[in-house]
């Protein structure tokens, strides 16, 4: 995880679509290494949460736990079993553009 994930950290990049796949990658490897039962998700937000705000994002406020639990679950099964990070990436965008529409853009 050191050589693959955090030696790419910093992540600073222009393009969101980028900083959503990557901020997936960290929050699923973060989820599999991490060592206890409880606070996976919490640790997983809390650095996913760090990377998006060094990239001038908000951080994740949205995640309504009924509504978005079993995309979010099974986005999590997806990395875990194959390393496809994109359904994960693509719940990131989505609840970055609630938090925008919530608090406004990143230019006013």
């Known amino acids: ?3 693959d ?8 990049h ?9 901020v997936s990658e960290v929050m699923n490897e973060v989820l599999a290494a991490h060592p206890f039962r409880e ?6 937000f809390i650095v996913g949460n760090l990377l998006l ?8 406020t949205s995640y309504e736990r ?17 390393k496809d990070y994109g359904p994960l990436a ?3 965008a989505e609840w970055e553009d609630a938090a925008l529409a919530q608090w406004g853009s990143r230019d006013d």
Do not use: H, K, W
Request: aromatic share 12%.
């Open 5 to 12: 994930v955090f030696a790419r950290s910093p992540y600073l």
């Open 66 to 82: 009924r509504e978005d639990e079993a995309r979010y679950y099974a986005a999590c099964e997806a990395s875990r079993i194959q």
């Open 90 to 92: 693509t719940l990131l």
């Open 53 to 60: 705000m060094q990239n001038d994002m908000l951080p994740l």
């Open 1 to 3: 995880m050191e050589r």
């Open 14 to 22: 222009d393009d969101d679509e980028q900083v959503f796949a990557f």
């Open 39 to 44: 606070g996976n998700g919490r640790t997983a």
